[in-house]
């Protein structure tokens, strides 16, 4: 059981190039999220998925897209990536079941540096 | 709009010693659940302890107990006999029980448990 894992763990872009960041769960979640680490800034939600199939923007979406391929995995693309972008991404995910719902799992996060 | 406040940016205390985070928040919600994550060098985010805010007992976890004051809209974090493995940066977080899933994270405290 691995709970949450995200590739890559590290990725070193230039301005304007395009990457995706992997995240996938195994622990049959509904929900999936995207944040951003930034110093000072604490976390920040970018994305989130309640729901196979189903994708709202948070707090930062900004740059950003993301797919819910399937309800074990939920990508994050940037398009044209830009300096600002350069954070620590997290993706996290919750039970759909109303009792369980509140807790998140995390994964250890993709250091993202863009030059 | 709901608000996490840490006003301790960073602490240092002993091994062995007592520490207490402190965390205010601002909502005019009356359900609602509220965290604290621990964030190790590692970057993992592990959450700690949860808190729900109809529940008037404070909650424990070994170590670890929260003093939750819901008139005064604070929770607080008490780590007992510190120990150095308790070095990370802390998050608490809001989250209200009644909408959706989002987590609205405060900016962190870092805390240094010293030799």
């Known amino acids: 059981n691995a709970g949450v894992t995200q590739t890559p763990k590290f990725q070193v872009l230039k301005t304007g190039q395009s990457m995706t960041l992997q995240c996938a769960q195994d622990?049959?979640?509904?929900?999936m999220y995207w944040y951003r680490q930034d110093p000072g800034m604490g976390l920040r939600l970018i994305y989130y998925?309640?729901?196979?199939?189903?994708?709202d923007k948070g707090e930062v979406p900004n740059g950003y897209n993301v797919s819910r391929l399937n309800k074990r995995e939920f990508s994050l693309r940037l398009e044209s990536a830009a300096p600002s972008q350069t954070s620590v991404y997290f993706c996290?995910?919750?039970?759909?079941?109303?009792?369980?719902?509140?807790?998140?799992?995390f994964g250890p996060g993709t250091r993202l540096l863009v030059l | 709009a709901q608000t996490v406040t840490q006003s301790q940016p960073e602490m240092s205390v002993q091994e062995a010693e007592t520490v207490t985070l402190s965390c205010t928040y601002d909502?005019?919600?009356?359900?609602?659940?509220l965290f604290w994550y621990k964030q190790p060098p590692s970057r993992q985010m592990i959450l700690v302890i949860r808190?729900?805010?109809?529940?008037?007992q404070n909650a424990t976890e070994n170590r670890f107990s929260v003093n939750f004051q819901k008139a005064a809209k604070s929770f607080s974090l008490k780590i007992s006999d510190s120990q150095l493995g308790d070095t990370a940066m802390y998050f608490c977080?809001?989250?209200?029980?009644?909408?959706?899933?989002?987590?609205?994270f405060g900016k962190g405290t870092r805390l240094h448990i010293l030799p």
């Open positions: 996290a995910s919750s039970e759909a079941g109303w009792a369980e719902r509140e807790t998140q799992y």
């Open positions: 622990m049959n979640h509904n929900s």
């Open positions: 998925s309640a729901s196979e199939g189903t994708t």
């Open positions: 909502t005019s919600e009356n359900n609602y659940y």
């Open positions: 808190q729900e805010a109809y529940k008037q």
């Open positions: 977080a809001f989250m209200n029980r009644d909408r959706d899933d989002k987590i609205i």
